[in-house]
């Protein structure tokens, strides 16, 4: 068999067991030209819901630990695609974000530096009629790379995703009309080598809780028209450095003080009148946020008035 025919055997089995169907594939390529298999995967019960999966075409999941964490992604994909609006995130500062346009695997970069790149799109998703968006460039090291099992998404786009969130929370990174990409540097200070596990965010308990209310509030209440939302989303717990197991108690707290309704899987929640009554503090929210990140300058110097 070809590497193409494998690579789609092994893909339809593992999408089956997480609950997903391989609608269609196409060949693409990467950055350089190289050949991949690009897959439409459908959620099994809604097929209306899809995510595409694109893997380096001689791309290799047989080994045991691949498999395993190939497994992991597709899983979480499948809950992740029973949301309103699965290419959409929250960062702490309040910021509601699609990420799109993500251009996978992993490519070396063309300009001789010792990285590896991934190129993609983040757009800011408030409910209104908008252009703001950054394209960035997320840079991995030689010595992170080590860290990771393969550069391909599914090992990836995680880790990656929240670096963005986070280079964009340190206010690096510039929602613009248009513009160059922008860059987002993925280091070993994002992971500790004797945890064995990401870092982004120490929260606590309270931020948490706001965190997920906000979540809610946005992805259910103003972008997915009421419906149920992830809130033990894995990749929430990895950027806000905390467990699912913590993020679960903090849903039920919030449950609890009529914030949310939890559904009765306690996995996906909805905002309650009370919670969609605080949308001017959550606009508020948007607004400061765009402000930090909106580069400034030194008024004086820039007309002319120095003491060089």
């Known amino acids: 068999m070809g590497t193409q025919e494998v690579l789609a055997g092994q893909v339809e089995a593992s999408a089956k067991a997480a609950g997903l169907v391989v609608a269609s594939s196409e060949i693409g390529q990467d950055f350089s030209g190289n050949p991949t298999t690009r897959f439409l995967l459908a959620l099994g ?111 990836a786009e995680g880790f990656i995703y929240n670096a963005v969130r986070k280079t964009m929370d340190q206010g690096q990174l510039e929602l613009v009309k248009s513009g160059n990409r922008q860059p987002v540097p993925v280091t070993t200070r994002y992971y500790s080598p004797w945890k064995k596990r990401f870092s982004f965010n120490d929260t606590t308990e309270a931020q948490r809780q706001e965190y997920l209310a906000a979540k809610v509030f946005w992805l259910s209440g103003i972008l997915g028209g009421g419906q149920p939302v992830w809130v033990l989303d894995p990749r929430d717990a990895q950027y806000l450095n905390t467990t699912v197991e913590e993020l679960k108690k903090n849903a039920a707290a919030l449950a609890g003080e009529g914030v949310v309704h939890l559904a009765a899987d306690t996995e996906y929640a909805t905002p309650t009148e009370a919670l969609m009554g605080h949308r001017a503090q959550y606009v508020n929210e948007v607004a400061t946020a765009l402000a930090f990140i909106k580069p400034t300058f030194n008024e004086e110097m820039r007309g002319g008035h120095t003491n060089m």
């Not at 019960?45 to 497994?71: C, I, P, Y």
Request: aromatic share 10%; proline share 6%.
């Open 45 to 155: 019960a809604n097929h209306a819901k899809t995510q595409v999966l694109e893997l380096s075409d001689k791309f290799d999941f047989s080994r045991a630990d691949m498999l395993a964490e190939v497994g992991t992604y597709l899983a979480e994909a499948a809950k992740l695609l029973k949301n309103p609006r699965p290419d959409c995130y929250l960062t702490l500062h309040g910021f509601p974000l699609s990420f799109e346009k993500f251009t996978w695997p992993f490519h070396a970069s063309s300009s001789g530096a010792d990285t590896f790149l991934v190129h993609g799109e983040v757009r800011l998703e408030d409910g209104e009629p908008s252009v703001l968006h950054t394209k960035i460039a997320a840079s991995m090291t030689v010595t992170f790379a080590e860290i990771v099992k393969a550069p391909e998404q599914p090992f």
